[in-house]
């Protein structure tokens, strides 16, 4: 339980983790902007012998000493019972159960509070409104706090739960007397209760620009309950019988905590449920983010004046915004994929409601690469994150035309990697982001987006061809990498990545009729993956040929098992764009990163390295950045570079690639090993399970985490044109799972009986516009007839099969409603 910090604030609002026994802690909502969720420097022992080094946020501090009990305001919860004529009083608090089970669903987390001498069930659920699709109700700064408590005995039970938030409105900016004061005020409304915490300062100019400055508030939804604006610690039964105040004012030196108190009786039998919610409003982003935008403040700014109008949207709407956050936690979990495989390919986009991601005020995203580390969406980072595209295209197609194409895009079709703070082009994220233009107009509704971009996303392909100096279709100029070096020579990863963006290109330019550059882009790809699999694989796996001239003077992988070298394949298959690299050589490829890099127990590696930071430790499995299969006496060049580092590292970003093409390929034992071998590293025994660390905490690039939730399902889907795929590489008889479309999402579903098939399309939010289903026919029979029904209804269709699979084409396009289900028999 204490080191379980699963983020419940909205997206882009900071961060406020949930801890293990549902107290809220480490309050990250005041725009410090530090490196880390705790900055810290940690003593470590690296091999074991004594010799203590010095280890940051940055380099895994978190990972070797897991953050705690990070209180900097005081808030919690307690509940009195009056129980046939005693009064007890219990803190939601560890120390005060029995036993305490913590169901993590993010978005949603349940929690159990028992005490068998009690005759009440109990049990808090936690949340901040987290709807896919809806990325607007999604950045709301306010968590949750519901609880449900049933009357398990026989007599009526009375009781009074008790929430309390100190005022923490300038409280690091503001410390003495002299400096102003702060206030708590009870609003009383129809459908719920505040207290609302705010500071007036002495000298109003002072404090205009401080992080801190803002409102918080806490709020009961609902009518029977009364606010205290001061309310007294520890509690007692007197705390619950307050002198009744609507305002309190004190100086900003004097610690002011606000609570609200509701009671209720309770029947034999009977459950009531009280829902508290704590808001905060902190408009400006902080100095550390240096970029016009950030100057206009957070994006929820646009919706809410302050933190009492945070906590009145969220009441008015709190059925809506509850019930569809619920809704998806249950359609997510309503799968047939493992349990934990669900919440460890999901659970890290949990670093967008971090203060890794940021929105601001104007609607542009901004994120650091982990929690105060390496500023300016990096795309050769950023592009790994499969998720984000996903949960919320609206914000990936936003920052594709805002920050890529636009602010960052130069007149040779370069992009720089870190908007406003590095101006050059990393030609990995160069390529990740011309892929992440076609995911996002996959993930629309129509081609607004791509005809809007056009233009500029074909400037950005054409750099990338023009980087293939000796026109054999390999990328061969040197360029910033995601290594933080630049490397000589035709490197099979980045040939790779290069092909399979400009792949992607051509596939656009035939979308938009652009018939000369779709030839040029076919060219470059054909010409490319010939002579890739030709010259860059050597009879195992793919290499890295150095420059003629320079030779491996420089840092590079050259003749070493590297992570990363087939991830342009890897990328084609979550776009559905077909083959990179000629199968056999990539499953081959696969297979060598398993014999090689994978390992069930890392340490006697890593202890024969220096150099390399702790995200995987002895006695625990991953697969590492690199090894040395033909035991080069110097595998990775001449030069004595600190990047080097790098390449004895399990850094889960690039396994949770690595998990996505493996399960693709069909590889699913592999895949699923090596993706139980990251979630079992961010065991709640361990450390937190909703950090994975990279460089600082909630890493962007461990988004590719849901990359492999998509190659398990088999999942294709382009929204302008109507089609959707669904080839399940596990439990392909009897299937479930959730997706996401440009309009809707619900739950796919897939069951064979004998040679009967059935397939379900089941939409639980907005709707899904299909024009082509492709799916498979399991026993490999030729299917002799089909049938299509919703609601009942038969629609109209034809279809092909193609060895084992079947292409539906529906006479004209079909919009499947919410709450409607679309069934495919054979």
């Known amino acids: 339980m204490q080191y379980i910090g699963m983020p419940v604030g909205g997206i882009n609002c900071g961060t406020v983790y949930l801890g293990g026994d549902g107290r809220l802690w480490l309050w990250d909502i005041f725009n410090k902007n530090q490196e880390g969720i705790e900055p810290k ?19 895994g501090a978190c990972y070797v000493q897991p953050s705690k009990d990070l209180r900097p305001i005081e808030q919690g919860f307690a509940i009195k019972i009056n129980h046939k004529g005693n009064t007890i009083i219990k803190h939601f608090h560890a120390d005060d159960w029995e036993e305490i089970k913590f169901e993590a669903t993010y978005p949603v987390a349940i929690i159990h509070y028992i005490d068998t001498k009690l005759p009440l069930e109990i049990k808090l659920t936690a949340f901040s409104p987290f709807i896919p699709l809806d990325e607007d109700n999604s950045n709301i700064p306010v968590t949750v706090q519901s609880f449900e408590v049933k009357n398990t005995g026989t007599e009526v039970v009375e009781i009074a739960i008790a929430g309390w938030l100190e005022n923490g409105v300038n409280k690091f900016s503001a410390t003495t007397a002299a400096d102003g004061k702060r206030t708590n005020t009870v609003i009383n409304y129809a459908d719920h209760i505040a207290v609302s915490s705010t500071f007036s300062p002495a000298d109003p100019t002072k404090y205009h620009e401080a992080g801190d400055t803002g409102s918080m508030c806490l709020s009961f939804i ?63 982003v902080g100095k550390r983010i240096d970029v016009p935008d950030a100057k206009t403040g957070h994006y929820y700014i646009n919706k809410f004046s ?87 295209p609206g914000i990936e197609r936003d920052n594709r035309q805002r920050v890529d194409l636009g602010i960052s895009l130069q007149d040779d079709g370069s992009i720089w990697f870190r908007g406003e703070y590095d101006k050059r082009p990393a030609i990995d994220g160069q390529a990740g982001r011309v892929l992440g233009c076609l995911r996002e107009h996959q993930m629309s509704a129509d081609n607004t987006f791509l005809k809007t971009n056009w233009p500029n996303i074909k400037k950005a392909t054409q750099f990338i061809i023009n980087q293939d100096k000796n026109g054999d279709g390999m990328t061969d100029t040197p360029l910033e990498n995601t290594l933080d070096a630049v490397w000589d020579g035709e490197i099979a990863w980045i040939v790779g990545l290069c092909i399979a963006a400009v792949k992607a290109g051509g596939l656009m330019a035939t979308e938009m009729n652009d018939t000369a550059f779709a030839a040029r882009c076919n060219d470059y790809a054909a010409k490319g993956i010939k002579n890739m699999d030709e010259s860059l694989f050597n009879g195992e796996y793919y290499i890295h040929r150095p420059d003629a001239v320079k030779g491996r003077k420089e840092i590079g992988s ?147 985490s849901y990359g492999t939730f998509i190659t398990a399902c088999g999942f294709e889907y382009h929204g302008p044109n109507g089609s959707i795929r669904f080839a399940p590489k596990c439990h392909k008889e009897n299937f479930k799972a959730p997706f996401t479309t440009a309009q809707g999402w619900g739950t796919y579903s897939q069951k064979q009986t004998g040679s009967k098939q059935e397939h379900h399309f089941q939409i639980k939010y907005g709707s899904l516009q299909l024009q082509k289903i492709s799916l498979e026919k399991l026993d490999g029979e030729k299917a002799s007839q089909l049938s299509v029904t919703m609601n009942r209804h038969k629609i109209p269709f034809n279809f092909q099969q193609q060895d084992t699979t079947l292409l539906i084409t529906f006479l004209k396009p079909v919009t499947i409603p919410a709450n409607a289900s679309l069934i495919v028999s054979t």
């Open 41 to 59: 420097v940690v003593e470590w022992d690296r091999n074991g012998k004594g010799i203590k080094e010095k280890i940051r946020s940055r380099d």
């Open 306 to 392: 302050d933190a009492l109008a945070v906590a009145t949207y969220v009441a008015a709407d709190y059925s809506k915004l509850s019930s569809q956050t619920l809704l998806w936690r249950d359609t997510w979990y309503n799968s047939s994929l493992p349990w934990w495989f669900q919440e460890r390919t999901f659970s890290n986009i949990s670093a967008l409601a971090t203060t890794t991601s940021h929105r601001f005020k104007t609607g542009r995203s901004w994120a650091w690469e982990g929690v105060g580390a390496c500023e300016g969406n990096c795309t050769h980072v950023w592009h790994y994150a499969q998720a984000i595209g996903r949960i919320f």
């Open 222 to 284: 609902g009518g029977n309950a009364i606010g205290i604006p001061s309310f007294q610690l520890p509690v007692t039964a007197a705390s619950f019988s307050p002198n009744h105040e609507e305002k309190v004012t004190v100086n900003a030196d004097e610690k002011l905590t606000g609570a609200v108190i509701s009671t209720h009786k309770i029947s034999p039998g009977k459950t009531v449920q009280q829902n508290f919610a704590i808001s905060w409003h902190f408009p400006n």
């Open 558 to 704: 050259y003749n070493t098992c590297h992570i990363d070298q087939v991830l342009g394949q890897s990328w084609a298959w979550q776009l559905g764009i077909g083959r990179i690299n000629e199968k056999e050589k990539t499953l081959s490829a696969l297979k060598a990163l398993w014999k090689y890099n994978f390992m069930q127990d890392v340490g006697p590696f890593i202890k024969q390295h220096t150099g390399w930071r702790p995200y995987a430790l002895n006695g625990e499995g991953g697969m590492v950045m690199n090894t040395n299969p033909k035991n080069e006496p110097k595998p990775y060049g001449e030069a004595d570079a600190w990047q080097l580092g790098y390449f004895y590292e399990c850094m889960s970003g690039f396994e949770h690639q690595v998990a996505s093409h493996l399960m693709a390929e069909g590889l699913t034992d592999e895949a699923l090993t090596l993706t139980k071998a990251i979630h079992d590293r961010y065991h709640a025994y361990k450390r937190n399970p909703f950090n994975e660390i990279e460089c600082s905490d909630h890493y962007g690039r461990a988004m590719a």
